[in-house]
């Protein structure tokens, strides 16, 4: 019963969301701010992480192709491929469900316990558009940017890996790159990154929204809704390479 419970408190949070608009210029200036703090705040890690992903299968891919008759520019087409479909939308959302959507779960439920929240709604404003859908649709502008940009510093990190550790020099890498390359496959990889931020946000929002309590159940409100959210990616990320690919 709880879990029913809490599809329905959820499914309600997002139909309550679309009721009743405010005026746009407020929500506007809300969503730009997070805008910056989801895609801006969240930018260095990404590129962090991309770059050494991509080295790491660059060195692995090498380590375990040794026989003489594989091309090395297969190398270049495998770390494309996992970086494209896999690494860059699917474990950056992870990563980024921890800092983003901690933060989400956070904010709300310290407004929740404060009474801010409450003070919002006695003064007529719908707190559900205010708060939830600003960060809701800058997450699913931004996150899918953040996978593109984690895409591009993965490969350029194999590239970068493979070139200093004398693998693989530059130009077969890049004939590697172009060779047999799918457009489809980036397509797929954007069509996870808008699930996934889908996730990424409105999972912490609803956990953050209907926290009760104090100080504690904001920690534990946090701790959950990041546990939840790398569960549905992971579920999603299943669901959507069984129909898709």
């Known amino acids: 019963m709880g879990l029913l419970s809490d599809i329905g408190r959820f499914l309600l949070m997002l139909k309550g969301m679309f009721k009743r608009p405010e005026k746009a210029s407020m929500y506007w200036k809300e969503l730009m701010h997070q805008c910056v703090e989801i895609g801006i705040g969240s930018l260095g890690i990404v590129a962090i992480i991309s770059v050494f992903i991509g080295a790491v299968s660059t060195i692995q891919t090498a380590y375990q192709l040794v026989s003489p008759l594989v091309p090395l520019t297969t190398i270049a087409q495998i770390v494309r491929d996992t970086v494209i479909l896999e690494f860059a939308p699917t474990l950056v959302c992870i990563v980024l469900a921890g800092v983003a959507g901690s933060r989400i779960a956070s904010e709300l439920g310290n407004?929740?316990?404060?009474?801010?929240?409450?003070?919002?709604?006695?003064?007529?404003?719908?707190?559900?558009?205010?708060?939830?859908?600003?960060?809701?649709?800058?997450?699913?502008?931004?996150?899918?940017?953040?996978?593109?940009?984690?895409?591009?510093?993965?490969?350029?990190?194999?590239?970068?890996?493979?070139?200093?550790?004398?693998?693989?020099?530059?130009?077969i890498f890049d004939k590697g790159l172009a060779a047999d390359f799918l457009p489809y496959n980036v397509f797929f990889a954007l069509v996870k990154g808008y699930v996934f931020s889908f996730?990424?946000?409105?999972?912490?929002?609803?956990?953050?929204?209907?926290?009760?309590?104090?100080?504690?159940?904001?920690?534990?409100?946090s701790t959950k809704a990041v546990v939840v959210s790398c569960v549905l990616i992971l579920f999603a990320d299943y669901i959507l390479s069984a129909l898709l690919l």
Request: hydrophobic share 55%; glycine share 12%.
């Open 111 to 171: 407004m929740r316990v404060s009474e801010q929240i409450d003070a919002l709604e006695i003064m007529g404003i719908n707190t559900k558009t205010y708060l939830i859908l600003p960060k809701i649709a800058a997450a699913m502008l931004m996150i899918p940017l953040l996978v593109m940009i984690a895409m591009a510093l993965g490969i350029w990190g194999g590239r970068l890996a493979g070139t200093a550790a004398g693998i693989i020099s530059p130009n």
């Open 199 to 221: 996730i990424i946000s409105s999972v912490p929002a609803y956990y953050g929204y209907y926290v009760r309590g104090g100080a504690l159940e904001i920690g534990r409100a």
